[in-house]
Nanobody
Framework: QVQLVESGGGLVLPGGSLRLSCAAS????????MDWYRQAPGKQRELVAT???????DYADSVKGRFTVSRDNAKNTVYLQMNSLKPEDTAVYFC??????????WGQGTQVFVSS
């Protein structure tokens, strides 16, 4: 079975940093594009960052310059380094794996809370 397991969430002060990890199993990880989404209460889930199988990256405008997505294919893990965190970054962050429209998977989410 396919599993995506996020970790690294928690409570941080504004301006602080967190590093999220998503460990994948049950897929040929190197063939998948990996995404980070987030969802705050009462809001739609939004795409935060993408890293393709070729290591191309893209970010939502709201996080550009602050967040960095990376992957380690040897560890079947994708990371999201989050710096200069703002209260608006508070959300549940989800890992997403996409090989095609017919093959995509979601993690369970990890909570990030940015507050003073």
């Amino acid at each position: 079975q396919v599993q995506l397991v996020e970790s690294g969430g928690g409570l941080v002060l504004p301006g602080g940093s967190l590093r999220l990890s998503c460990a994948a199993s049950g897929i040929v990880f190197r063939l998948y594009a990996m995404d980070w989404y987030r969802q705050a209460p009462g809001k739609q889930r939004e795409l935060v960052a993408t890293i393709t199988s070729l290591n191309n990256t893209d970010y939502a405008d709201s996080v550009k310059g602050r967040f960095t997505v990376s992957r380690d294919n040897a560890k079947n893990t994708v990371y999201l380094q989050m710096n200069s965190l703002k209260p608006e970054d508070t959300a549940v962050y989800f890992c997403h794996a996409a090989r095609s429209t017919a093959r995509d998977y979601w993690g369970q989410g990890t909570q990030v809370f940015v507050s003073s």
